[in-house]
């Protein structure tokens, strides 16, 4: 069975204070790596798909990394608006789903 | 393109009622998703349609618990009866391709059962 843990559960920052999120996975035959952001009182919304290790994304702020056994999450110079919880979740085998960690809540203050 | 729609946005029941929970998928999706979060446990995959066929509802807590989708662009999730520890988001979602592509999600159901 597919296992994602994300560390830490919360994280709070001041407004230019670079940080890491980290997921780590354990799962037969990793496919793709997603991470995904969740505002309160809304659905997951799409960041990036990370498909092999050394792999790297960015956006804006956000770079996301994968190695074999884990993703990270870098927010570079972080602003209040980055406010929300990071999910990061993993597909793995022959099956067409994903499986999430629980998220870092990440709280961003002036 | 509106997304996935969900509805109702919120639903507030009393214990052994049934509750139907809606989705519209995004035109064109071959694939739909019904998740639930919770705190304690985040979001857990209840099942998934591919073509309007279920292919694994592994995640169902149980027989109270039912999907369908009787079409591309619509399907339901009910529970019958509700029970309090049913309280949670339930999410419903669409890709296409399966997990290759990611998914879309929709803004939940927040569902209270008392």
């Known amino acids: 069975e597919d296992q994602v843990t994300q560390s830490p559960e919360a994280l709070r920052l001041q407004e230019g204070e670079s940080s890491s999120l980290n997921c780590s996975y354990t799962v037969s035959g990793l496919r793709g790596l997603f991470w995904y952001r969740q505002d309160p009182g809304k659905g997951p919304e799409f960041l990036f798909t990370?498909?092999?290790a050394g792999e790297e994304k960015e956006k804006e702020r956000l770079k996301a990394t994968l190695t074999k056994k884990e993703s990270f999450l870098h927010i570079t110079a972080p602003k209040p608006e980055d406010s929300a919880t990071y999910l990061c979740?993993?597909?793995?085998?022959?099956?067409?789903?994903?499986?999430f960690g629980t998220g870092t809540r990440l709280q961003v203050t002036l | 393109d509106a997304g996935v729609i969900q509805s109702p946005r919120h639903e507030v029941t009393e214990m052994g009622q049934e509750v139907t929970l809606r989705c519209k998928p995004i035109s064109g999706h071959d694939y739909l998703f019904w998740y639930r979060q919770t705190m304690m446990r985040g979001l857990e995959l209840l099942i998934y349609f591919n073509n309007n066929v279920p292919i694994d509802d592994s995640g169902m807590p149980e027989d109270r618990f039912s999907a369908k989708m009787p079409n591309a662009s619509f399907s339901t999730l009910k529970i019958q009866p509700s029970e309090p520890r049913d309280s949670a988001v339930y999410f419903c979602?669409?890709?296409f391709g399966g997990g290759s592509m990611g998914y879309t999600f929709g803004s939940g159901t927040r569902l209270t059962v008392v």
């Open positions: 979602a669409s890709s």
């Open positions: 979740a993993v597909w793995s085998g022959t099956a067409s789903k994903l499986t």
């Open positions: 990370l498909y092999s």
